[in-house]
């Protein structure tokens, strides 16, 4: 099952991280890029925490959630001088 549709990460993938180590929700976004996609985690950050939760025996309130943060693009320096 895919959990995390933008980056196409499965939810086996994401066991098998948290069994190699990753605890916190950012590890597993950098291990595997899910959360890394256009939507930032908005749509998989929760799942992550779960399945984090899940495999470790925490609660699901002991895994913070990163802030989602919108992805930044590159503005040209004219555009900055039209404003
Ligand atoms: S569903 Fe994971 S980054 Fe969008």
Redesign the pocket.
């Known amino acids: 099952m895919l ?5 196409e ?1 499965t939810e086996e993938e994401i066991r098998q991280t948290v069994r190699d180590g990753a605890v916190t929700v950012d590890e597993v976004k950098r291990r595997t890029r ?11 950050s929760r799942l992550i925490a779960r399945i984090i939760a899940e495999e470790t025996g925490k609660s699901l309130d002991e895994i913070p959630i990163p802030r989602v943060r919108p992805p930044v693009r590159p503005v040209s320096i004219r555009l900055l001088g039209t404003l």
């Open positions: 959990i995390c549709r933008c980056e990460v899910a959360g890394m996609g256009l939507c930032q985690g908005h749509t998989c």
